[in-house]
């Protein structure tokens, strides 16, 4: 306890980066709580704003017999359709970080293989889905931004919780 009043302090995971980070027993949603909550609210915007308006057809696409529906082009992107990709897929990396955190106790470089590989197969279900809307271009480049931002929040979530020990540890000294 380290002569603190007030809730016992545990350790969350077994790394450098997370080790001392505090987390108390009380009641209520916590950490994991909030991370899911993120996430769901995050993947529902995610889901309307990319196939908003939600107009499927499969007679005017592009699809063409013999096409396997699973290929997606390239595609051509502005930068600023690139950082709004990529901003839009941070809160769902910043969550699904603090869930790898919290419940699973996986940090470091495996928390960063998974949260991209969440992030890129729910992209890529997103891009396909766009196949069959006409006013949508799907586009591997499109994935590739969505990705780099849940890498974005996953690095955003890594440097919260560094300057949660860091304060911590100052705390614990005074």
């Given amino acids: 306890d380290r002569g603190q009043s007030g809730p016992t302090q545990r350790l969350v995971a077994h790394s450098n980066m ?16 909030g991370s899911i909550l993120l996430m769901c609210a995050s993947l529902a915007l995610m889901v309307l704003v990319t196939l908003w308006p939600f107009d499927f057809s499969v007679r005017d ?18 930068v ?8 839009l897929f ?8 603090s ?8 940090t470091g470089l495996k928390s960063l293989a998974v949260v991209f590989g969440v992030c890129f197969a729910v992209s890529y ?7 069959f809307m006409p006013a949508r271009y799907p586009a591997l480049r499109d994935t590739l931004a ?20 860091r304060r911590h540890r100052e705390d614990a000294r005074t």
Avoid: Y
């Fill in 18 to 33: 997370a080790r001392k980070l505090p987390w108390t027993s009380r009641r209520g949603p916590g950490e994991a709580g």
């Fill in 61 to 78: 696409t592009w699809l063409r017999p013999g096409r396997p529906i699973l290929l997606i082009g390239w595609g051509r992107s502005s």
């Fill in 80 to 87: 600023s359709d690139v950082l709004l990709n990529a901003g």
């Fill in 90 to 97: 941070m809160p769902f990396g910043f969550g699904l970080a």
């Fill in 99 to 106: 869930l790898l955190t919290w419940r699973r106790r996986l």
């Fill in 125 to 131: 279900a997103i891009e396909v889905l766009q196949q």
């Fill in 146 to 165: 969505n990705s780099f931002g849940g890498v974005l929040g996953w690095s955003g979530f890594q440097s919260l919780v560094r300057w949660r020990s």
